[in-house]
């Protein structure tokens, strides 16, 4: 999803907690073919800004009503910082989506807080007080660009400081957060042809896989990644089938739940 040269599949970080899990998906079709009883082709370099896009031309998003709250104070862990900022980056795609100019400024000044807490505030402000810029004037083509390259440089800020754990949390965080906006999107939609929309596409899930099994053992024997691993061996065993049965309605809705409460636990102080 990101289009480091390094990831260039990186979409969502759902990693496999074993062998199992690998095995577990090892159904998805590889051509790159959304899992949909409709196909629709995806590039294995999608990035967030594509996905929601699909979403959006797919169904009737109401995309101001998934606004959040703003997130708690920084934590000193590092490793919940990079989780947390990383959802927040989810949320400049929403709320991108949604042209909301205010919106877009207050959460860039949230994602500016967290990203001075990984030491990384004064590299990354003057792009994001450019990005607050082209909000306030609408120039949203040009800063659909600018939010896709400033995920990008953020992450490999991360991995030129050899905080590659970071990063790879950056990338959990983000679209961990952006799975919980489809699901809800797709909980509320009557057409079952959508519904593969919840877990966007084999890259995706793959690639969470990916990047969950490449933290280091020590990160993810941390309580919280240790919950998010968890829940992406679920949400990836839930889906298993998916391009052989039509997902259900309860599929849907047990992803949603599984993500609100994945990224509610994360978000509290």
């Known amino acids: 999803m990101t289009a480091i040269p390094s990831r260039l599949s990186h979409t ?3 990693a496999a907690l074993g062998l199992c899990l690998g095995q577990a998906l090892a159904d998805p079709p590889v051509s790159g ?3 949909s009883p409709s196909p629709a082709t995806i590039a294995s370099d999608q990035t967030p800004a594509d996905f929601l896009d699909m979403v959006g031309q797919r169904t009737k998003a109401r995309w101001r009503l998934l606004f959040r709250p703003p997130p708690p104070t920084p934590p000193t862990d590092r490793g919940r910082a990079a989780l947390i900022l990383g959802s927040l980056l989810g949320d400049s795609f929403l709320v991108w989506q949604a042209a909301d100019s205010q919106q877009f400024r207050n959460n860039n000044q ?9 030491g990384l505030g004064e590299k990354l402000m003057p792009r994001l007080m450019a990005q607050g810029k082209m909000a306030e004037d609408s120039e949203w083509k040009d800063l659909r660009h600018e939010i896709v390259d400033g995920h990008q440089e953020l992450v ?3 991995r030129e400081q050899k905080d ?4 790879l949390m950056i990338d959990l965080g983000l679209w961990l957060r952006v799975l919980e906006i489809v699901s809800t999107i797709v909980t509320d939609a009557p057409d079952v042809e959508i519904r593969p929309l919840c877990i966007g596409s084999p890259f995706i899930l793959q690639d969470m896989r990916d990047d969950f099994s490449r933290l280091s053992d020590s ?3 941390e309580t919280m990644v240790k919950r998010i691993g968890a829940t992406i061996a679920e949400i990836s065993i839930t889906w298993k089938d998916v391009n052989k049965v039509p997902p259900t309605q309860i599929q849907v809705a047990k992803t949603n739940e599984k993500l609100k409460a994945l990224m509610q636990a994360l978000m509290e102080k």
């Open 219 to 221: 990160k993810r024997a």
């Open 156 to 158: 490999r800020m991360l």
């Open 164 to 167: 590659d754990d970071l990063a």
């Open 110 to 118: 949230d994602v500016l807080t967290y990203c001075r807490m990984l």
């Open 33 to 35: 073919a959304l899992i």
């Open 12 to 14: 969502i970080c759902i």
